[in-house]
């Protein structure tokens, strides 16, 4: 068992190195690709379903320091495992048509397999210093391939906004080279206080094997809430909670395939992912409460303002890029809502069960989604939503798995969406409490029909005609995500059969309902009747469209500050403090003692004995004192 989750975590490494040596193209495809599935093969051979850190496996690495080479086995990390390693191989099969002939296949392909190995150690990590390791590799990889097209050519296509637009000084369009440093500074933010809270749990406990931080029991609540917020800062900018969402929005000029293997399905889930399964531990600290009500409000306020960005955005992939952050943002709240209804009696690990059960059911969703359109940004040559539509009609296939995405994506029943978003929306109504809850569930449901059935109806339905001629994806593109969409029928039939006594509760509760509204808007909207505008909107519309001017605060705002703080210190303390001490105020000191001692020197050999007299005393009297 132990060598199968070794195996899993370290192929898609090892098949990524060996690309380097391999000259040809294809050969690094197919060579990563092979890596990828084996990797997804022993993945389910690890599968253990045990309870929370049940099984753990470690291996000395610096024991002096707490460093082992650890894994868990267990119901949250071998599901995970099969998630990720399963999507790995699916979107790297998609790669293998989608990349083909570009001018950087050797980084591609290595990136992508460095990426996997470094995503399924967070997933199976068991010490929180060997989960470090994949938790930087996922962000050096991430960098790596948003800015994968470092030329930043075809603006039309490959950057995010719209070339030359602009507010208030501040540029709206983001180029690759750009978008992939922005994203790692945002991410590198959060991790510096990530590893100071574990610094600081290692100092205060000797530990950060989350097994035995839970074996500790009632000693960890002496932590305090201090290292659960710096240790927060780290989930909050890798899973894109707000205000930290918009590198995840500007990831989008990565390839498509990059898009939907990082930053739909696995690299930005590994932050509520670690929130979910350090849960159990940090119930434990005094006042958690307060920690885990910022978990929830974080989460809520980003899944309603990212709803909103989707719903307005008209690029094709950043539609999906705000769709993912409210999703993010679902799993997130709903970690918090389990974790304070844990501290109020329930049972903890079936409520953070039905918050990791949306992990799943938003990847076999998203990472489709992201595909499919791919797909057609590949065929069609634009990104933007309302250039070219009624593409159901030439890309039958890719339409088909469109559609069943998107339908499990928003929440329609059958599909493994429903049961797992209005599971997790009662994690957070209930965690609210009261009417707030019921309005802050209902938002986020109400949303996302509108969302996800404008994309669909404007680019699939209606829209203009093309251009040109538009056929259907290679099938080495088209079957990956028209599999992974037919499995979010059975993935959902699997959990109708599970949570049959549930079903009722389900489409009865008041989310099920503001869906329902939703899902009417939407098809009226932008299925059945399209072009339906309204003044009256057209403000908030813009704000959203603008994405409540966070581009304007980071690349602007905080630009600004950042400059003249800088500008400031430099005058203050390199010219003021080191310049003028070392270029001016030195020389004079020692120019003004050289002349007093050029006094000295008067040629008189009587002056020179007083001087050795009055030596000698002095050296006389100091030995004598």
């Known amino acids: ?174 180029p690759p080279s750009k978008a992939g440093l922005r994203a790692i500074l945002t991410i590198r933010t959060g991790d510096s206080a990530f590893l100071v809270s574990l610094a600081y749990i290692f100092a205060a406990l000797g530990t950060v094997q989350l097994s035995g931080l839970l074996e500790l029991g009632p000693a960890v609540s002496a932590l305090g809430l201090l290292p659960l917020f710096l240790f927060l800062l780290g989930p909050l900018t890798k899973s894109a909670q707000f205000p930290f969402t918009e590198w995840l929005l ?131 040559g634009t990104k933007y939503l309302g250039a070219v539509g009624r593409l159901g009609r030439y890309m039958k296939v890719t339409a088909f798995a469109m559609w069943l995405a998107m339908l499990s994506l928003i929440g329609m029943p059958p599909f493994a969406g429903f049961f797992t978003k209005e599971m997790a929306s009662d994690n957070i109504a209930l965690g609210f409490g009261g009417l707030s809850g019921i309005l802050v569930a209902g938002l986020i449901a109400f949303l996302a029909p509108l969302y996800g059935l404008r994309l669909i109806g404007l680019s699939m339905v209606h829209g203009p005609e093309p251009k040109e001629h538009i056929h259907e994806a290679h099938p080495i593109m088209w079957v990956p995500y028209t599999v992974l969409s037919l499995a979010t029928i059975g993935v959902g039939g699997y959990l109708a059969y599970l949570y049959s006594d549930k079903a009722l509760e389900l489409i009865e509760s008041p989310g099920f309902l503001a869906f329902l509204v939703g899902l009417a808007i939407a098809l009226a909207l932008y299925v059945f009747k399209p072009g339906v505008r309204s003044r009256a909107l057209e403000p908030l519309w813009k704000i959203g469209y603008r994405r409540f001017y966070l581009p304007w605060l980071y690349d602007g705002l905080v630009v600004w500050i950042y400059h003249n703080l800088a500008h400031a210190v430099y005058w203050a303390v390199d010219r003021g403090v080191f310049d003028n001490a070392y270029h001016v105020a030195l020389p004079w000191i020692f120019g003004r003692l050289s002349a007093a001692f050029r006094r000295l020197q008067t040629g008189n050999l009587s002056w020179y004995l007083l001087y050795a007299i009055a030596g000698a005393l002095i050296v006389v009297l100091l030995v004598l004192a």
């Open 1 to 174: 068992m132990t060598e199968y989750v070794f195996l899993a975590i370290f192929l898609p490494l090892i098949a990524s190195v060996l690309s380097l040596f391999v000259p040809k193209e294809k050969g690094k495809a197919w060579l990563v690709v092979v890596g990828a599935f084996l990797s997804a093969v022993f993945s389910v051979l690890a599968y253990a379903p045990a309870e929370l850190y049940a099984r753990t496996y470690a291996v000395p690495w610096i024991p002096q320091l707490g460093l082992y080479i650890s894994v868990h086995l267990d119901q949250f990390s071998g599901v995970m495992g099969m998630l990720v390693s399963w999507l790995v191989f699916f979107i790297v099969l998609y790669s293998v048509k989608y990349m083909e002939g570009d001018y950087r296949p050797g980084w591609y392909w290595f990136f992508m397999g460095f990426f996997a190995t470094s995503m399924l150690i967070i997933t199976y990590a068991d010490n929180l210093w060997f989960l470090l390791m994949g938790w930087e590799g996922v962000g050096l990889a991430s960098w790596a391939l948003i800015g994968h097209w470092y030329k930043d050519d075809e603006p039309d296509v490959k950057w995010v906004g719209h070339p030359g637009d602009r507010i208030a000084l501040v540029d709206y369009f983001w």
């Open 250 to 380: 500007t990831a989008m000029t990565g390839p498509t395939s990059v898009s939907a293997l990082i930053h739909a399905a696995t690299m930005v889930n590994a932050g509520v992912y670690l929130l979910i399964v350090t849960a159990p531990v940090f119930a434990l600290v005094r006042g958690a409460q307060i920690y885990f009500l910022a978990v929830m409000v974080f989460g809520a306020l980003t899944a309603v303002l990212s709803s909103i960005i989707a719903l307005t955005a008209d690029e094709f992939k950043l539609v999906l890029a705000g769709s993912t952050a409210a999703n993010l943002g679902i799993i997130a709240a709903a970690a918090g809502g389990a974790g304070l209804l844990g501290l109020r009696g329930e049972a903890l690990l079936p409520l953070l069960w039905i918050a990791f059960m949306q992990i799943v059911g938003h990847a076999i969703s998203k990472a489709p989604l992201f595909m499919g359109y791919g797909a057609v940004i590949h065929e069609s």
